[in-house]
């Protein structure tokens, strides 16, 4: 086979490995089924594959926020049952500010959201902000979506999130959650 055949080949196998359902971009959040395909598109930011979200990541040129939720505490636990959360292990570097990719949020939600992304940026609303979870996860997406809406103008959403990540053989750390206001320690693990 010639070289640039199997490069052409080569090429289109990557791309069918990446490609994105031919999914609608909603007009607004989505609000349910937030394990979903998602489309291949973010009206005003950036879609990066995992090679560059790795090469912004290896350049240290932007800052990565992490959305993914934070699984609740179960309700009804007899009382003195040790509580531990389920280990979240991130990209490298970033700030993990969980539950801020619903639909809807609440204004202490809302304001924990604007405060991180504020603290992540400097204050410096062109600076380079990559918004991740996982995989066909709308958190990210809707993250990414409400964060451009506060006037961030360089936000890319990276909607492979830790699954391609890590299917790229790439290093992931156990993450702490940013507090929210309301806490005064981090959440034990």
Request: aromatic share 8%; net charge neutral.
């Amino acid at each position: 086979m010639r070289p640039k055949l199997a490069g052409v080949i080569l090429l289109g196998i990557a791309s069918a490995a990446v490609a994105q359902p031919n999914v609608t971009e909603p007009r607004d959040y989505r609000t349910e089924n937030y394990r979903a395909p998602v489309p291949a598109t973010l009206t005003g930011a950036r879609v990066l594959t995992t090679a560059e979200a790795a090469a912004i990541w290896r350049a240290n040129s932007g800052v990565f926020i992490d959305v993914l939720p934070r699984p609740p505490k179960p309700k009804g636990l007899p009382e003195g049952t040790v509580w531990r959360d389920k280990p979240r292990f991130n990209i490298p570097g970033s700030i993990w500010l969980p539950d801020t990719g619903y639909g809807r949020l609440a204004p202490m939600t809302e304001d924990y959201l604007q405060r991180g992304v504020a603290r992540a940026s400097h204050g410096d609303r062109a600076a380079l902000l990559v918004v991740y979870c996982q995989a066909d996860c709308w958190m990210s997406w809707n993250a990414a979506k409400r964060i451009l809406s506060y006037g961030y103008s360089n936000v890319a959403w990276y909607p492979e999130g830790t699954d391609g990540w890590e299917r790229a053989n790439l290093p992931l750390t156990e993450a702490q959650p940013e507090l929210r206001p309301d806490e005064e320690t981090p959440p034990s693990h």
